[in-house]
């Protein structure tokens, strides 16, 4: 299973940026596919997720702001981020979970892209 996130870039406060998290080995529509940050000096947290039945979450930090979303025909999952403030600068990582529902630690997940950075300037 191989996870491909891209789209990161620089970007100013309020602008948007959308995420992509292209997999191959897994299908996006049977998984539950997640997208977590990390800032520098700080732990991976968890932003968003989105179930096998379509159903989402995200974090307290990010509601109304992030939305993920998925393409079952690309088999790719997208963070759409709007309203950036300079908070949000972090890499951010997409994950796909093997078994169970929703998951917002980093142990519920099971394979990990390599990350793309973010970085918002004020």
């Known amino acids: 299973v191989q996870l491909q996130a891209s789209g990161g870039g620089l970007v100013q406060t309020g602008g948007s940026l959308r995420l992509s998290c292209a997999v191959s080995?897994?299908?996006?529509?049977?998984?539950?596919m997640g997208w977590f940050c990390e800032a520098p000096g700080k732990e991976r947290e968890f932003v968003a997720a989105i179930t096998s039945g379509g159903r989402t979450y995200s974090a307290d930090s990010v509601k109304g702001r992030f939305a993920i979303s998925r393409d079952n025909a690309k088999n790719t999952v997208y963070l759409q981020m709007n309203s950036l403030k300079p908070e949000d600068t972090a890499v951010y990582y997409c994950a796909a979970r093997r078994f169970g529902g929703f998951g917002y630690v980093m142990n519920d997940y099971d394979y990990w892209g390599q990350g793309t950075q973010v970085t918002v300037s004020s």
């Open positions: 080995g897994r299908t996006v529509g049977s998984s539950v």
